[in-house]
């Protein structure tokens, strides 16, 4: 059966070939030589033989995926994106302070960064270096604008905005800037749909159900030396390193979600890996926004250099018509593009399992209906 496609922002659409393997295992779990475990996964102890298993291939794979260096630590963590703007400064901003008032800037190029910039505020000193507010989130400041402090211990950005758009194409280098912060990037809504250039990143997190799978998993990406830096008052439970002492296993970690992303590691694998993805991913995006500026009828307010491949905004000119297209995408098999309450107007989120045939459909569907409707 051809299923609708999806354009979720997140919870988004994930691979039909894992759904499918998932409900195929879903009452008696068999390992990769085919022994059956007698159990669902859900119903397995996170520290049985079986559960460990699909622990180390999901984290290997994650490892092999996304060129992770081995000086960096994988963490399963649960909270979500909103829990790590708490737990990031709860164990960065002392870095360089000890555990006295430390301090972390950030770079506002949306909703996303905002939030993160308003909740470290509970923990340390928080400050802006630079926002692209005052232009509605439509651009990224230039790097060579952005107001870094001496003493803050990271500098904190989201690398790709799921609400408004924005994505850094490339991570800036805080060396050449001049600071000794390191970089904290928030890759929720579009890990794994690129490289990531370690070289530039203290530690990256995300949420899993934008791009990696289902949500209740938290993914951190911390280089080790910056473990063992929390604040006193840092939840245990939240403490890196405790996590990463104790494998993401110093509390019952979110087994059926680390299963399932571990079987969306393995579909990534045989899409050809992450640059492969990328690959896709620029192909999917050309070719939306090419009908987005196509002519006067759509339209999308972002900077061209800042665009995001993932999540893609846009309007049409005529608003009157917003209920009528949402209705005539359902009924042409294209779900969930009504935009965020915040920016309105529609969004189609074009993650890894959202195939080119899927942003066609799209494209096929935006030119009849400017047609019909122009
Ligand atoms: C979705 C999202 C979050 C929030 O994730 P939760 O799991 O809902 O806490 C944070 N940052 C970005 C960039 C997101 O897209």
Redesign the pocket.
């Known amino acids: 059966m051809q299923r609708p496609y999806n354009f979720s ?2 919870p988004a659409a994930m691979p039909a070939e894992v759904l499918e393997q998932a409900a195929a295992e879903m009452l008696n779990w068999p390992d990769a030589q085919g022994r059956l475990s007698g159990m669902g996964v859900m119903e397995m102890s996170h520290r049985g033989k079986e559960f460990l298993s699909i622990y180390e291939a999901a984290e290997a794979d994650l490892r092999e995926l996304l060129a992770v260096p081995a000086n960096f630590k994988i963490l399963f963590m649960q ?7 708490a737990i990031v400064p709860l164990n960065l901003s002392g870095l360089r302070a000890g555990n006295g008032q430390g301090a972390a800037d950030f770079v506002l190029t949306g909703s ?1 960064s905002e ?1 993160s910039f308003k909740e470290a505020g509970k923990y340390c000193s928080n400050h802006i270096a630079a926002s692209s507010k005052p232009d509605g989130f439509t651009a990224i400041p230039p790097t060579a604008s952005w107001e870094l402090r001496d003493n803050a211990s990271y500098v904190h950005i ?1 690398s ?4 408004h758009g924005i994505e850094f194409q490339s991570l800036p280098d805080l060396k050449a800037l001049g600071s000794k912060a390191e970089l904290v990037i ?4 579009h890990v794994a749909s690129r490289p990531v250039d370690w070289s530039r990143v203290g530690l990256a997190f ?2 899993a ?2 791009n990696l799978g289902p ?1 209740g998993l ?1 993914l951190v990406v911390v280089r080790e030396d910056l473990l063992g830096h929390a604040l006193s008052i840092c939840p245990s439970a939240f403490d890196y390193k405790t996590v990463a002492d104790n494998g993401s296993m110093y509390n019952t970690p979110p087994t059926y979600s680390i299963y399932i992303a571990g079987l969306v590691f393995k579909w990534l694998k045989r899409q050809g890996g992450v640059a492969a993805m990328e690959a896709r991913n620029i192909a999917k995006a050309e070719l939306l926004y090419g009908a987005i500026d196509a002519t006067g009828f759509y339209m999308n307010g972002v900077a061209r250099n800042a665009r995001s491949r993932m999540n893609v905004p846009f309007f049409l000119r005529n608003e009157s018509l917003n209920d009528a297209f949402l209705a005539g995408a359902k009924e042409a098999g294209l779900l969930q593009l009504k935009g965020h309450k915040s920016v309105g107007g529609m969004r189609a989120s074009i993650y890894n399992a959202i195939p080119l045939e899927g942003v066609q459909a799209l494209v096929q569907y935006m030119q009849e209906f400017e047609r019909t409707h122009g």
């Open positions: 922002a997140g909270g979500g994106g909103l829990a790590e703007n996303w939030k989201c790709n905005e799921t609400i928030d890759f929720s809504s995300g949420g159900q934008k949500a938290t």
